[in-house]
Each structure stands twice: as C-alpha cells, then as structure tokens.
C-alpha cells in the first residue's frame, strides 16, 4: 500500500516547483509528444475498424477509408499527422534534453527510458507508413528485410520476426500490423508512465 501511494504521490504531487512549470525551459515537448500519442491511440483504434492487412487489401483498405468511409480521410489525416508531430516533437524533446544535461544523475536512467521512446517513436512510423501498402512502402519494406538480413547469424529471424516477409510487392503484412498497432503501442505506453513516473521521483524536470 505505502509503494502504491507513493507512486501516487510522484504522479501527482503536492507542490510543483515554479521552474518546472517554466513553458520556457520545456517547451512542454514531453505533453505535446504524449497528446500526440492519445490521438494517435485515438484514431488508430477507428481506423482498424475498417484496415485489413494483406498484399491487395492493405491498399485497398487505404483508399477505401479515403474515400468511402464517411470522415475516414480526416481520421487518417489526423493519425498520419499526429504520427509526424510525435516524431518531430520527441526528437526535440531529446535535444532539449542533452541541452540542458538533463540526462546526468540521478536521470541517467530516465534518459535511457527516452531513447527507447524515440526509437519506438521512430519504429512506429515506420511500419505505419509500411502498412500503406503502396510500392513505395515496399520498397521501404524491401530495403528494411535487406538491412536486416545483413546481421550476421539473427538477421533473418529478425526480419521474419518484425515484419513477416515483407517484400516490395506486400509490405502490409500480419506481423506489421500487429506490432504496430498492439506490441508496440503497449510497450510505448508503458514506457511512458514509468518514464512519467520516474521524472517525478527524480525531482521533476528542473536544472540538477
């Protein structure tokens, strides 16, 4: 009990200091970059109502959505660019926080706890964009299989394990699909409430 409310209280604390409040100092990158993630959590979840992975129904599914589906457009606009600001928006997050040394102790760990996020941040792009199932996802799906099989010894399971056989004619494959929309979307999440979690415990995000 005493460990839940602790956690608790560095979730919500009592008092803020006035410094951690400063829109100067943070630009609120860390806020930006988790709305944008409850829009694209938001949206994602309407979309998939209607997506069905697949080397002819990836892309069929796409331009059904933008243009069948009644505001089906908007809401992939709205996830494709929630995607872009997410990614744009936790990469300064990052620079913001090599700048203001933010990553030495006690954050060191914390700091780890980020990169993974912009990894994800960036992996999650990535197979959005694969799942399309246009030729130029393909040929992204393509080069990434490439890349990776040029790991000696696990880079081919990797690749069978990320995406699934992907290739330039079927990049919006079942593996993709659900580590972009299950795996990898848990995974981000609960980085980030330990990450948002560990930023309180830590002293907040004021000058150490």
């Given at each position: 009990m005493a460990q839940k409310r602790g956690f608790l209280n560095h979730i919500r604390p009592r008092g803020v200091s006035e410094k951690a409040m400063s829109f100067g100092y943070t630009f609120c990158l860390g806020g930006v970059s988790f709305l944008a993630f409850v829009v694209l959590g938001f949206t994602g979840i309407l979309l998939m109502f209607h997506y069905l992975p697949g080397e002819k129904s990836g892309y069929a599914s796409v331009t059904t959505l933008a243009s069948v589906i009644p505001f089906g457009g908007l809401i992939r606009d709205l996830h494709f660019w929630a995607g872009q600001v997410m990614v744009i928006s936790v990469s300064l997050h990052m620079v913001r926080v090599v700048k203001t040394k933010s990553y030495r102790p006690p954050k060191e760990w914390n700091w780890l706890v980020g990169m993974s996020l912009l990894v994800l941040t960036l992996?999650?792009?990535?197979?959005?964009?694969?799942?399309?199932?246009?030729?130029?996802?393909?040929?992204?799906?393509?080069?990434?299989?490439?890349?990776?099989?040029?790991?000696?010894?696990?880079?081919?399971?990797?690749?069978?394990?990320?995406?699934?056989?992907?290739?330039?004619?079927?990049?919006?494959?079942?593996?993709v699909y659900v580590w972009h929309c299950v795996a990898l979307p848990f995974l981000a999440l609960w980085l980030q409430m330990f990450h948002f979690w560990k930023i309180r415990k830590d002293g907040g995000v004021r000058p150490l």
């Amino acid at each position: 009990m005493a460990q839940k409310r602790g956690f608790l209280n560095h979730i919500r604390p009592r008092g803020v200091s006035e410094k951690a409040m400063s829109f100067g100092y943070t630009f609120c990158l860390g806020g930006v970059s988790f709305l944008a993630f409850v829009v694209l959590g938001f949206t994602g979840i309407l979309l998939m109502f209607h997506y069905l992975p697949g080397e002819k129904s990836g892309y069929a599914s796409v331009t059904t959505l933008a243009s069948v589906i009644p505001f089906g457009g908007l809401i992939r606009d709205l996830h494709f660019w929630a995607g872009q600001v997410m990614v744009i928006s936790v990469s300064l997050h990052m620079v913001r926080v090599v700048k203001t040394k933010s990553y030495r102790p006690p954050k060191e760990w914390n700091w780890l706890v980020g990169m993974s996020l912009l990894v994800l941040t960036l992996v999650l792009d990535f197979t959005g964009y694969l799942l399309r199932g246009s030729q130029e996802s393909g040929a992204a799906a393509a080069v990434a299989v490439h890349i990776l099989t040029l790991l000696p010894g696990i880079g081919r399971p990797l690749a069978q394990m990320f995406l699934g056989g992907a290739s330039a004619a079927n990049s919006s494959t079942l593996m993709v699909y659900v580590w972009h929309c299950v795996a990898l979307p848990f995974l981000a999440l609960w980085l980030q409430m330990f990450h948002f979690w560990k930023i309180r415990k830590d002293g907040g995000v004021r000058p150490l």
